[in-house]
């Protein structure tokens, strides 16, 4: 079984909204940070990866890339094992492969910070959003 399983996405207008769900199961969700990473359009395995939030453990600490930032927001549920984004005010250049992914055992979070390339241990399978102008 897939630890992270991803729903949602499709396409949306510009302007518009959309909430990206992220199932977690197999291991004690509460006890992770939790990121979303997205994927430029056309670009090859590992390529064109943007981190865009991330959020602590309880929820109680969140940090977000200054493109997104006052646009999309990151949040959790651990008795429902599941993390969310919130994307609102969409534009096309947010039009990219959206990907949950789990920060490993004992990350700490730091607002204002990016985390490092590979500070992840699982990935969701990914799901495609597309903004139209």
């Known amino acids: 079984e897939d630890p992270l399983v991803q729903s949602g ?3 949306v207008q510009f ?3 959309l909430r990206l769900p992220c199932a977690a199961s197999g291991f004690t969700f509460s006890n992770y940070a939790m990121a979303w ?19 602590d453990m309880s929820g109680g600490t969140t940090n977000y890339a200054d493109s997104v930032k006052g646009r999309f927001t990151i ?14 005010s969409l534009k096309p250049d947010d039009t990219a492969v959206y ?17 490092k390339t590979g500070e ?8 495609q959003v597309t903004v139209s102008a």
């Open 99 to 115: 990907y949950c992914a789990r920060h490993p055992r004992g990350f700490i979070v730091r607002p204002g910070t990016t985390p």
């Open 37 to 55: 990473i997205r994927q430029a359009p056309g670009a090859g395995p590992g390529e064109g990866l943007e981190w865009i939030s991330s959020i």
């Open 15 to 17: 302007g518009g909204s």
């Open 9 to 11: 996405g499709g396409t």
């Open 75 to 88: 949040s959790r549920d651990n008795a429902k094992n599941t993390l969310y984004l919130q994307m609102d």
């Open 120 to 127: 992840y241990d699982y990935w969701g399978q990914g799901t």
